[in-house]
Nanobody, 124 residues
Framework: QVQLVESGGGLVQAGDSLRLSCTVS????????MGWFRQAPGKERAFVAA????????HYADSVKGRFTISRDNAKNTVYLQMDNLKPEDTAVYSC?????????????????WGQGTQVTVSS
């Protein structure tokens, strides 16, 4: 059974950085497209970033471009989200997702497996 476990969330101040990790077990991680989504209180889940199977296959939500970087380490079955210059509006539960088809879209329905999420809180 494929499992995704996120870590790295926390409480930080505006302008700080965090790196989220999502480790995948029970599946063929190197074949999966991976995405990060977030959900703020009272809001719908929103796309953050996604990465495909190749080094230059990724894209970002406009709201995080230039501040967030997604990457993957197939040897560690892990995808990362480096978040720099955090803003209070980045506060949310961040979840990673895996597509067994290797897709890396901004559509949640594309993904087959999801993690439980990790809380990121940015104070002003």
């Amino acid at each position: 059974q494929v499992q995704l476990v996120e870590s790295g969330g926390g409480l930080v101040q505006a302008g700080d950085s965090l790196r989220l990790s999502c480790t995948v077990s029970g599946g063929a991680f190197s074949r999966y497209g991976m995405g990060w989504f977030r959900q703020a209180p009272g809001k719908e889940r929103a796309f953050v970033a996604a990465i495909g199977l190749y080094a230059n296959s990724f894209h970002y939500a406009d709201s995080v471009k230039g501040r967030f970087t997604i990457s993957r380490d197939n040897a560690k079955n892990t995808v990362y989200l480096q978040m720099d210059n955090l803003k209070p509006e980045d506060t949310a539960v961040y979840s990673c997702a895996a597509s067994i088809q290797g897709a890396y879209t901004n559509i949640g329905g594309t993904y087959d497996y999801w993690g439980q999420g990790t809380q990121v809180t940015v104070s002003s």
